[in-house]
Every structure is written in C-alpha cells, then in structure tokens.
C-alpha cells in the first residue's frame, strides 16, 4: 500500500510540474468572443462544430457564425494565416496537449480566406 | 387540493408559453442576424437544361469555372478528380458529332445513394445528390454503381482547399452543383461561365421559372433514360 | 532420442512457417501504412478501375471462406460420417479465410480508421451494409458451430448450428454475388446469374482450399488419407469444377445473347489483351480443365494430382476474379448507346490499369492472417480429421 502511493506520488508530481510548464498558449489570431466564452468553447465546440456540419452538410442550413469557416477566419494566426501551421496555432496549441488527433484539415481549409489564392489550372 | 394542483399546473403551462412567445421571435431573430439559412426545401428540384446545339466543341469554358470554383487541380490523369468533363459524341448510324459537358446528373433515384453502406452519399432535399465526406469511408461502391461516371476518389493529400469547398484524401467527391453558391443565391460556375449560355440552372418545380417552360416546350432528353433514375439534368438537341 | 530430434524439427519447422506467415502479414501492414500515407496515388487503381488487386484477393478469400463450409455442411446436415469428421477443419479454415478476406477490404478503403462509421450509419439499401451484417453473423455462427462440435455438452445443437450455418453461407455468397448484381448500369456486372454463380464457384474453390490444407496436414502428422476418402472427394471436386465451369459458360452465353452486351463479350474472350488470356489460359485451361484431367484421367487421380488439380483451381479463381473485376471495369461504361464517345475521362476507352506492389502486398498480407490463424489453431487445437475405418454410406 505505501509503495503504491508513494508511486503514485511520484507520478503526480511530475505531472504537476509539466503542467505548470507546458500548458499550452495557443496564437488566437484576431480573437475576440462571438458565440460564447472561452470556457466554454474550450468544453464545447466540438459539440458545436458537429451539429453544425451535419445541419449545413445534409440539411444545407448555413449558420455563418458557428462555421469552422468562421473560426479559422477570425482565430488563424496573424503571422501565417493558419490555424495548424505552427505548434502554438490556435487549434494545435490545445489538441497536441491533449492528444486528440484533428480530422477537420485534412479536408477543410485551415488558414483565412483571403491568403488562398485561387490555384492556377495545370 | 387536487384543485391547487390544477390551477398550478395550469399557470405553469401559461407561463412557459408566454416565455416562448416572448423568446421565439428573439431565437429568430438571433438566427436570421446570424446568417442562419432556412435550408433545403423540398417544394425544390434545381436542375439543368442543355442545349447541346450552342455548345461549342472546343470550349471548355465549364470545366475551366468548375475547377477554379471547387479548388480542382484541373489534372487529366486517371488519378485526377473531374467533376464535369466534356464529351464528344458521334452518331454512328450517321455520323453527327455533339459535344457536351458530363457531370452528376443528381438524380431523384440516384443508384450512388442506393449503394453506399454508411448513408455518406445522400440527396438533399431539393434534389442535390451529395457526398458527406465526414461519412464516406473510401469503398467506391458508388463509383461502381453511377451509369455517367460522375464520381471521383480523392487518391493524395490536398492542401489549401476552397474554404467553401472541403475535400480530402480517402474520400469520393462529384459535382455538387455548386451547393454553396446556391444556397447563397448564385447559379452554378458552369452555368455561369458558359458563354454560349447552353447551360440553363434553375428549379424544375417552379412553375414561373424559365427552365420549367423550356423543359415542357422544347424536346430534350435525360442520358441513359432507360434506367429511370429521372435525372435533374436534361439535354436538348441530342 | 531418434523421435525427439524429430519432434524437435518439425516444431522448429512449424515456427519458420509461422515466421514467414508473419513476414507476409507485416508486408501487408507497410502496404496499409504507405496506402494510408500517400493515399491510393501508389496503387495501381484509379478512377476507372476503382476496384483492383486487392479485392481480387477478398472476394477470393470471403467466397472460398464460404464454399469450405460446404464440407462442413455435407457432415452436419446431411450426415455423412467422413465430412463429419472434417466439420472443425472446414470451420476453422472459413473462420481464417473470413478474417483475412474482410481484413483485406477493410484496409483498403480509403479511410479504414472511419470503419465505425459502417456500424454507426447503416443505409438499408446498400447490399455492402448486408454484407457487414452478414459477414458479422457467419463469423459468429461458425463460432458456435465450432463450439457445438469441440465441447461435449453442447453436442446437442450442433445439427442446429450446423443446419443454420449451411443456410447462412448461401446468403452470404448470395449477398457477395449481389454487390456486383445489383450494377446495373454495368455491362460486365447487372446480371440475376451472378449470385447462383458465386455461389457454385464457391463450391468449387472452398472444396479445393480443403483439400490443400488437409493434405498438408495429413503430411505434417504422418498419416495417410484412406484412399476410399480421397476418391470420393476428388469426385465432388471435379463435379464442383464442372458445375462452376458450367454457370461461367452460362453468364457469357446469356451475355451474348444480349446484342447489346456484343462489344464486353468479344473484349472479355477475344480483343482484350490480358483478359481474354487470363480467361482461356488461366482460369479454362489451367483452372478447370487441367484439374479435370488430373482428376478424372485414367492412370491419375493420386494424391498428388489431386493436390496438383485443387492448386490449380485456386489459381484459376485468381485467373477469374481478375477477368471478372478489373475487366469488368476496363470495358468502357456505355453512356450513349449508339454513339462512340471521346472524353478526357476515359469516356470510350479501355481503361489501363498495372496492380502495384503495394496491391499484392496487402492482398498477401490477407492470405497471411488466414495462414497464421489456421497454422496456430491446427496446432494448438485438435482440428486433425478422426476417421473411423471407412464405411460407404
């Protein structure tokens, strides 16, 4: 029993102590609050996101505001126009931390509009 | 006593009412300030007419707007997506050549629905048949089962897709008859860089609009009618 | 000491084997990782042939998966003491076969980690989510089957189990000639023959799996199989062989008679380059009627020809599948009856495709899970046919 807390000591502290050192610091680009606190986004848009695609995918109901198109445009970072470019990119700061794989950009365009350029035709 | 109950249970109905009455219009309000849309109706079947005649053999005018419009690298290869490819056809009991551009001709019975195992490839409401790529799994069964090879599977890693069009490795992916311009109110980037104006868009439901009076006054012809899928693209001139 | 030596051989020997099992099943995982990586770009397949070597492969796998249980079935329900006593091998060789067929499926989807989704989002109208019903339910009927017959208390059912394992394998090969069925806007596929057809070539392929399995068997413990036993399967060999011959031949003659099926029939036996070849060479002559003869010709019809006749027709179920999937595919789709078409989407062209390496490696990768799986189970569990001396019935 003493060794077992006392290993589970051991594993807690170290823990602690990246914590404090690591938590992530994501680039949040413009920023600002439009559909709802910090807090609660951090608990929630993926929530968001989901009902979201699923309305606008199948039901064709575009609600501007809570578009993954909408994020990016505001949260991509001001030096490089991306959401996942850089480590500290707003949507990789956080999911790198946790360990939870983003699907979204393998499809959808991770940086502002207004850098993509229309690609030229081969 | 049970009559307490009653009379509360009774304010408590009015009361929530109220609230909703009061609510509602602020909901809609928020939604419509929000650029929320109403959605697909089902009172709508968006379809094409085209007039083959006017479609000049070496324009390529669609193909070009529909690559830059989608994001599309435009390749030729067999590994390369083409959402709508120009076709030459030549009778051959007597030899007259027509060209014309080939694309999901989004059928009311789509065989590409049918097929798929997880309900990724879907008709919306008002006729647009899709691919929702977060479902799509990669089987190509649908590619299989479409008779006009309207389908594509996206075989590398794109980058730097449209924001407006998402697409991705691993999944299939067909002309969407530009579901985002027409839910913003635009017509199709084919129809809308045709020059010759052989591509006529609009809603085959509506009774006012001009496709519904061409489609019923001049001759045209859905491909491979045989199959009876009742595609939302006609032809006119074939 | 003499016999320990032996002993101690052959368990090396049965290591090395499963080393190379392993080996093929780890080229299959490096296939899957660079498929994953750089997409289906470094397969052979493309947008005309959407459907390649790999499930060449799978179908071969799931349909010989189900034709092996036929020799189960001859046992359990219509009880015949030596196909009895063959029921657990039969089992376990369906059980192998199913695991590396869907394996191969599966991995080659182009995003397998979404494969949830397939239980998650069913569409009742899609014969591939049948099929994912179907394939679930034969893996854990064949379980219990397999239960019933190896633990005495559960004896009981085991005519139950067997008879509904019989039912389920002909759904199943029904449900897989239906995938392609069900095209009909496709020249080569479309056709009501393909279910009944699947279902006799099963007969044929499974039987042949069998026999190559339970000869090595026979070999690796230093038995000999009663030649009574060998003579009469190799009768129902050669009478599935023939039978498979004969719905091939029906398919393309129904084809023929349609006129508008003229220019796939004339690609497929005549014009196509590698598909008539692969079809007259590969599956006629190699996978049927030199099987016939080594089966049925006087002086032959030993052990060896007979393991010579079942190699063959496995082969000559590759030789078909091909023919049959990716020429199926290479015959330009007929979108304009009556018209010759020219696009830059292969519009009226036959549609080239060359299989790459990945292809093979992960359709040998499934052939390895189903060789592990057997490997381990047969010598861990006793799956060794028990013969009682051998009376007609």
């Known amino acids: ?122 | 006593m049970s009559d307490t109950n009653t009379q509360r249970r009774e304010f408590l109905k009015t009361s929530l009412g109220a609230a909703a009455v009061a609510i509602a219009p602020g909901m809609l309000l928020y939604s419509t300030a929000n650029g929320k849309t109403e959605g697909a109706s089902s009172q709508v079947r968006w379809g094409m007419l085209i007039d083959t005649t006017q479609c000049k053999p070496d324009c390529n005018d669609c193909v070009t707007a529909c690559n830059t419009e989608n994001g599309l690298s435009g390749g030729k290869s067999a590994t390369d997506s083409q959402w709508i490819r120009k076709i030459e056809i030549k009778d051959v009991s007597n030899g007259r050549v027509t060209s014309l551009p080939m694309m999901c001709q989004h059928c009311e019975h789509p065989p590409c629905v049918d097929v798929c195992p997880t309900q990724a490839s879907f008709k919306r409401a008002d006729g647009i048949v899709l691919v929702d790529r977060h479902l799509c799994i990669g089987c190509r069964y649908c590619m299989m089962a479409c008779p006009y090879k309207a389908r594509s599977f996206v075989h590398e890693t794109l980058t730097d897709q449209n924001p407006d069009v998402p697409r991705g490795k691993g999944t299939v992916e067909a002309c969407s008859l530009c579901v985002h311009r027409i839910d913003k109110g635009q017509i199709p980037a084919c129809a809308e860089a045709c020059q010759n104006k052989a591509i006529l868009f609009g809603n085959l439901n509506d009774t006012n609009s001009e496709i519904y009076n061409k489609v019923r006054s001049v001759a045209s012809k859905q491909i491979r009618a045989d199959l009876q899928l009742n595609t939302g693209v006609r032809y006119q001139g074939l | 000491m003499a016999d320990l030596s032996a002993l101690r051989s052959m368990n090396r020997l049965f290591y090395v084997l499963l080393a190379f099992g392993g080996l093929a099943a780890l080229g299959g995982a490096y296939a899957v990782y660079m498929m994953e990586h750089h997409g289906h770009i470094i397969s052979g397949m493309n947008n005309q042939i959407v459907w390649g070597m790999p499930h060449v492969f799978a179908i071969f796998l799931i349909v010989a998966a189900s034709g092996v249980l036929n020799v189960a079935s001859i046992g359990s329900v219509f009880g015949k003491a030596i196909y009895k006593a063959r029921a657990p091998l039969a089992s376990l060789l369906s059980i192998a076969m199913l695991s590396g067929g869907l394996a191969v499926l599966m991995l080659d989807l182009g995003r397998p980690d979404r494969i949830i989704v397939a239980a998650t989002h069913y569409n009742l109208t899609s014969v591939f989510a049948w099929n994912v019903v179907l394939y679930s339910g034969m893996f854990s009927l064949v379980i219990v089957y397999l239960w019933t017959m190896m633990e005495r208390r559960m004896n009981v059912f085991n005519k139950a189990a067997g008879l509904a394992v019989f039912v389920w394998r002909f759904v199943l090969t029904t449900g897989t000639g239906l995938i392609f069925a069900f095209l009909t806007a496709r020249q080569a596929y479309g056709s009501a023959l393909l279910p009944p057809m699947f279902i006799v070539l099963s007969f044929a392929w499974g039987l042949a799996v069998f026999h190559v399995v339970q000869a090595v068997i026979y070999v690796w413990n230093e038995k000999k199989l009663d030649p009574e036993i060998l003579q009469r399967k190799k009768n129902l060999l050669g009478v599935f062989v023939i039978g498979s011959l004969y719905m091939v031949a029906t398919y393309h003659f129904t084809n023929m008679y349609f006129a508008h099926q003229h220019g796939f029939e004339l690609f497929i036996l005549r014009d196509g380059g590698i598909y008539p070849n692969l079809f007259w060479w590969g599956y006629v002559v190699l996978g049927n009627v030199l099987p016939l003869l080594l089966i049925y010709a006087p002086g032959l019809g030993k052990s060896k020809c007979v393991m010579a006749a079942a190699l063959l027709v496995v082969l000559g179920a590759f030789a078909l599948l091909y023919v049959f999937i990716i020429g199926g595919q290479a015959y330009p789709l007929n979108i304009f009856p009556g018209y010759e078409v020219s696009s830059s989407f292969a519009d009226g062209q036959i549609a080239s495709y060359t299989p790459s390496i990945y292809e093979f490696l992960l359709g040998f990768g499934g052939l390895a899970i189903a060789f592990i799986i057997t490997t381990v189970s047969v010598r861990v569990l006793n799956f060794m046919p028990q013969d009682k001396p051998y009376i007609s019935d």
């Open chain 1, 1 to 122: 029993m003493k060794l077992l807390v006392s290993l589970l000591l051991c594993l807690c502290i170290p823990a602690v102590w990246a914590a404090e050192s690591t938590t992530p610091k994501p680039d949040i680009g413009k920023g600002g609050q439009c559909v709802k606190d910090a807090q609660w986004m951090r608990l929630n848009h993926m929530h968001l996101l989901k009902h979201q695609r699923d309305e606008t995918v199948r039901k064709g109901v575009r609600e501007e505001q809570n578009s993954l198109k909408n994020c990016v445009e505001c949260h991509a970072s001001l030096s490089n126009n991306s959401v996942v470019a850089r480590e500290d990119g707003f949507c990789v700061a956080c999911h790198r931390y946790e360990a939870v794989k983003i699907d979204c950009f393998e499809c959808h365009a991770s940086k502002r509009r207004a850098t993509l350029v229309t690609k030229d035709v081969k």
